[in-house]
């Protein structure tokens, strides 16, 4: 099962995780179901979330459409986000 792990900073947890929240159906929609949501204890404005992921090409239309730059923005993305795919091992 492939999974998408992204890191990022936010000016402020508690909107970007409004925003986050907002985004859930539009996610499900591209086969995209969260997994885990963490903060890093030392930096709360430090996220990192890993989504379960029907297809890496369905995950990265979703990234790409029109608008999400947008969407980051009024979230309060900060700084470019680390976005890795990964698949389990065992």
Known sequence: MPYLLVKH???D???WYEVFNAQLGANEDYGL?????MRDVNDPNMVVFMFEI???AKAQEFMNLPGQEKVGEE?????????MFL???K
């Open 54 to 56: 029907e297809s890496i």
């Open 87 to 89: 698949d389990t091992i």
């Open 33 to 37: 179901k969260v997994e885990w949501v």
């Open 9 to 11: 900073g936010v000016k």
């Open 75 to 83: 979230a309060g993305v900060t700084g470019e986000p680390l976005v």
């Open 13 to 15: 947890f508690d909107k």
